[in-house]
């Protein structure tokens, strides 16, 4: 498309600059296709029925890690059930929070700190599960108790981090 502009005896030809034509993938991405879309659903459908099962080993764990806490330290069943809360959520969302996308210079400065506290907040919660499970066991038992208390919150981890990382994905 041109425009002329007269002053007289020059007549000088301007075109006007044409706006640049975005493509669909680089806005928004490649359309998916129709498979990619089938395996992003069943990923997706995947993830929930891990978190589900991460979910509900979570409330035997705070069940668990808060009867353990009570007899522990004598606190009363509120304070143990916060406790427990705390150290069984906080491993959760610290995981989490190392998923989603961060500044590099946060991530340098966090991942220490988050790195010791999951592995504490997951020792003490195992040590807790271990303990509840264990106290109902008797004679030779209390091994197999112990061992479940243990696996509790290390399958919680693991399902957590799977089920978050499969969603994302999707």
């Known amino acids: 498309m041109c425009s002329e502009i007269s002053n007289g005896a020059n007549v000088v030809k301007m075109s006007a600059k044409k706006k640049p ?11 998916k296709s129709k498979r990619a879309i089938k395996v992003g659903r069943a990923q997706a459908l995947a993830a929930t029925g891990v978190m589900s099962v991460a979910l509900v080993l979570t409330g035997l764990s705070l069940t668990h890690l808060s009867h353990g806490i009570e007899v522990v330290t004598k606190a009363p ?5 916060l406790m427990a809360v705390g150290i ?5 969302v ?7 996308p961060m500044q590099d210079k946060t991530r340098t400065k966090i991942k220490n700190h988050i790195k010791y506290a999951i592995v504490g907040t997951l020792v003490g919660s195992a040590l807790m599960n271990a303990f509840a499970f264990g106290m109902a066991a008797v004679g030779w038992l209390v091994i197999p108790a112990v061992l479940f208390g243990l696996a509790i919150p290390a ?10 990382q499969m969603w994302l994905d999707r």
């Open 21 to 31: 034509q975005f493509v669909q993938s680089q806005i928004v991405g490649k359309p």
């Open 77 to 81: 069943s509120w304070e143990a059930w």
């Open 88 to 92: 069984d959520l906080g491993f959760i």
């Open 94 to 100: 610290l995981e989490l929070a190392q998923l989603v």
């Open 155 to 164: 399958l919680i981890f693991a399902m957590t981090k799977v089920g978050a």
